[in-house]
């Protein structure tokens, strides 16, 4: 594998025309180095082609749904996991792919990127605080479907207009679906103590964000459990001065003079 090829990899996953699904995958190279792009876009591959001939085959819009929805959980046995697995590992795409089973939020990418490449309006959203995905057929008719287990929800609006009382759905489109997945893997490496993976993840969401105070302050934890004192207090005191009405101000000035307190030690 050459540099050149690396180095173009990279400007994909930064690309923001590129699906989240494959921004996605490509940032895996971020925190693993011995991440197979190749390998887990030719699998992804296998199941756009097959997706692509079913859509061919099936034009009545509900029946394909139902047939590709069949087709990933049913055939492809694609499901969350009850397994003592890493959620960091469940996240992964390439891990998804290979073992057909992963976190919501990475079934989502995955479902709604395929159901794309068959014809639909197909995004990730949220409703009430869960991962799902949206289908819309229309303005006034779609699916709600969850990742984990397939079960769909069919809606319609009432042609009147009386639209009785539904949950909010927050739709994440584009940028926001790349975002909340590496919002979530940058968790997941916390929780572990990948303190280096969660930090690739931080750089990452700063390359969409720039100087988010939050993300600044995520750094400055990250940087302090990676023995980076400095860099640490640095970014803490942005946020800080950034946020000085957060409620969690008081625990990150005491970070912030026990840092000062170790470098006046060092020095």
Known sequence: MTDTWFDEQQELGMNYSVPALLRSIYAEQRWDAQADTEQTLC???????????????????????????????????????????????????SYVLKMRSGTSTALALLLAHLLERAGFNATIALLQNEVMVHVALSSEEGYIIDPSSGQQSWYISPENGEEKEQEPMELIIGDEAFKLYLAQQ??????????????????????????????????????????????????LQYFVDECPDDPTIDIIQSQIEELTDHNNILH
């Open 43 to 93: 699998l992804l591959a296998e199941l756009e082609l097959a997706i692509e001939e079913m859509s061919v085959k099936e034009k009545d819009l509900h029946k394909r749904v139902d047939l590709l929805l069949d087709t990933f959980y049913t055939q492809w046995l694609f499901s969350g996991t009850g397994q003592k697995v890493p959620e960091y590992l469940l996240n992964n795409i």
């Open 186 to 235: 940058k968790w997941s490496f916390i929780a572990a103590e990948k303190f280096s993976h969660a930090l690739s993840c931080v750089e990452l969401l700063m390359e969409l964000l720039g100087d988010d105070p939050y993300e600044r302050r995520d750094r400055g934890y990250l940087l302090n459990q990676l023995n980076c004192p400095k860099m640490a207090k640095d970014d």
